[in-house]
């Protein structure tokens, strides 16, 4: 029933309960494992990299904000390009920028070439997030925020194991070693060359354009009432980016200093991070399927507030139960949020993916360097304390309009 591709293009086309295509959904969600984990070796490395060029946190903010804004700006014109002019074979092509830019890093002589190797790996996230998301509701069958959840925690565990492998691979073997990882980004081609094939057929069998023509012809809120929940929605995705980008960037950092932890140590403590958020990830999107993901948003932003407060005044065991606790619910919030956009403007799929994935990029990378200029400045545990605050701003969901998306997955 699940084998044949034309059958999911007749059951989008007639059924009212289209088949989910668990295949298509895990092969995405394995080359966002392989994407996001080809990313997270640039944070890994950082200790390394602050070594081999005498870089101060303000430059180390600088490389993430050069990659995070290089996929922040490109991200959403992606998304409006694509929901025009698919490109079904584009996410192989993404990743190809991806892969040159890894091999640069692997030989970057100077702190500008890094840079310039970090763009190039922002440019093919910002080609790989807005159409893998497309991809992802189209092979959802109805459960969006399945779909994406299983997109989303093949990213979040590419992004946990990155560091692990950074510690076994590079640190011991230096900044040479990058270029290995160019086999994992040469595997994500091959993958993702074989899901454009998929995406192609399914243009081909007509369900894109007709379901699109579809849906877009009403939005369910008034144009005011959306653009007002963008806003909150934007302010819940500067309060979560930020303080993650506080953990993603500079969580070695804190512990080397204030526990005196070696670098392997540290990594492996941002691995636990990681792989809560992953779990989170994982278990947002189904939740919010079934119980809404207005609440879901709500708890997972909000609710960790009392962790981020107790986080910097914690001794080295309860630092590292607090930030599993902070990854895991901070984490279920971006699925929801993704899912509960989309809904709010239906037919936008790429549009609306670019311009959130974008905007979490973007705060990540603005995150980065100002708190890099505060560490520099004010000491890292300063920053901690800082950014225990950002998840009060999980209050403002209160703003958001009543969608009901469990019965629009049911009509």
Same mark, same amino acid.
Request: hydrophobic residues 55%; glycine residues 10%; proline residues 5%.
């Given at each position: 029933?699940?084998?044949?591709?034309?059958?999911?293009?007749?059951?989008?086309?007639?059924?009212?309960?289209?088949?989910?295509?668990?295949?298509?959904?895990?092969?995405?969600?394995?080359?966002?494992?392989?994407?996001?984990?080809?990313?997270?070796?640039?944070?890994?490395?950082?200790?390394?990299?602050?070594?081999?060029?005498?870089?101060?946190?303000? &430059?180390?903010?600088?490389?993430?904000?050069?990659?995070?804004?290089?996929?922040?700006?490109?991200?959403?014109?992606? $998304?409006?390009?694509?929901?025009? @002019?698919?490109?079904?074979?584009?996410?192989?092509? $993404?990743?190809?920028?991806?892969?040159?830019?890894?091999?640069?890093?692997?030989?970057?002589?100077?702190?500008?070439?890094?840079?310039?190797?970090?763009?190039?790996?922002?440019?093919?996230?910002? %080609?790989?997030?807005?159409?893998?998301?497309?991809?992802?509701?189209?092979?959802?069958?109805?459960?969006?925020?399945? !779909?994406?959840?299983?997109?989303?925690?093949?990213?979040?565990?590419?992004?946990?194991?990155?560091?692990?492998?950074?510690?076994? %691979?590079?640190?011991?073997?230096?900044?040479?070693?990058?270029?290995?990882? $160019?086999?994992?980004?040469?595997?994500?081609?091959?993958?993702?060359?074989?899901?454009?094939?998929?995406?192609? &057929?399914? &243009?081909?069998?007509?369900?894109? *354009?007709?379901?699109?023509? !579809?849906?877009?012809? @009403?939005?369910?809120? *008034?144009?005011?009432?959306?653009?007002?929940?963008?806003?909150?929605?934007?302010?819940?995705?500067?309060?979560?980016?930020?303080?993650?980008?506080?953990?993603?960037?500079?969580?070695?950092?804190?512990?080397?200093?204030?526990? @005196?932890?070696?670098?392997?140590?540290?990594?492996?403590?941002?691995?636990?991070?990681?792989?809560?958020?992953?779990?989170?990830?994982?278990?947002?999107?189904?939740?919010?399927?079934?119980?809404?993901?207005?609440?879901?948003?709500?708890?997972?932003?909000?609710?960790?507030?009392?962790?981020?407060?107790?986080?910097?005044?914690?001794?080295?065991?309860?630092?590292?139960?607090?930030?599993?606790?902070?990854?895991?619910?901070?984490?279920?919030?971006?699925?929801?949020?993704?899912?509960?956009? &989309?809904?709010?403007?239906?037919?936008?799929?790429?549009?609306?993916?670019?311009?959130?994935?974008?905007?979490?990029?973007?705060?990540?990378?603005?995150?980065?360097?100002?708190?890099?200029?505060?560490?520099?400045?004010?000491?890292?545990?300063?920053?901690?304390?800082?950014?225990?605050?950002?998840?009060?701003?999980?209050?403002?969901?209160?703003?958001?309009?009543?969608?009901? *998306? *469990?019965?629009?997955?049911?009509?």
């Amino acid at each position: 029933m699940d084998t044949a591709l034309p059958t999911a293009a007749n059951s989008a086309a007639a059924s009212p309960a289209p088949t989910t295509r668990f295949r298509v959904l895990g092969a995405i969600s394995f080359s966002h494992f392989l994407n996001d984990m080809i990313q997270s070796l640039i944070l890994a490395i950082y200790p390394m990299l602050k070594g081999e060029f005498s870089l101060s946190f303000v &430059q180390i903010g600088l490389i993430t904000l050069t990659y995070q804004i290089t996929a922040s700006l490109l991200q959403p014109l992606v $998304g409006l390009y694509t929901d025009r @002019h698919p490109k079904p074979y584009s996410l192989a092509f $993404g990743m190809g920028a991806t892969l040159i830019g890894l091999l640069m890093l692997s030989m970057a002589p100077n702190f500008g070439i890094v840079l310039f190797a970090a763009a190039l790996v922002g440019t093919g996230s910002s %080609i790989f997030h807005p159409e893998s998301s497309r991809i992802a509701r189209m092979a959802s069958g109805g459960q969006h925020g399945l !779909a994406q959840s299983i997109f989303q925690v093949g990213g979040n565990m590419g992004s946990a194991v990155g560091p692990l492998l950074a510690a076994v %691979i590079i640190i011991p073997h230096g900044q040479s070693a990058v270029a290995w990882f $160019g086999l994992a980004a040469l595997l994500a081609i091959s993958v993702l060359w074989q899901i454009g094939g998929w995406y192609k &057929q399914q &243009q081909l069998a007509g369900a894109g *354009p007709k379901k699109k023509a !579809a849906v877009a012809a @009403h939005s369910p809120l *008034p144009r005011r009432t959306v653009a007002w929940a963008f806003v909150v929605l934007m302010v819940l995705i500067f309060s979560k980016y930020f303080y993650l980008t506080s953990i993603s960037s500079y969580y070695i950092f804190y512990l080397m200093s204030k526990f @005196h932890l070696s670098v392997q140590s540290a990594q492996v403590h941002l691995f636990v991070f990681l792989f809560a958020v992953a779990v989170g990830a994982m278990a947002g999107g189904p939740i919010g399927d079934r119980i809404g993901r207005k609440l879901v948003i709500w708890v997972s932003i909000l609710g960790v507030a009392p962790f981020t407060l107790m986080l910097p005044y914690a001794n080295l065991m309860w630092t590292g139960v607090l930030t599993f606790v902070i990854g895991l619910i901070l984490a279920s919030a971006f699925s929801a949020i993704l899912v509960f956009a &989309q809904e709010l403007v239906p037919g936008k799929v790429g549009a609306v993916s670019g311009m959130f994935f974008g905007f979490a990029f973007g705060m990540g990378g603005i995150g980065a360097a100002v708190l890099g200029a505060l560490a520099d400045t004010h000491g890292i545990v300063y920053v901690y304390r800082l950014c225990a605050y950002l998840p009060l701003l999980g209050m403002f969901a209160v703003f958001l309009p009543n969608v009901e *998306p *469990p019965r629009r997955a049911a009509a």
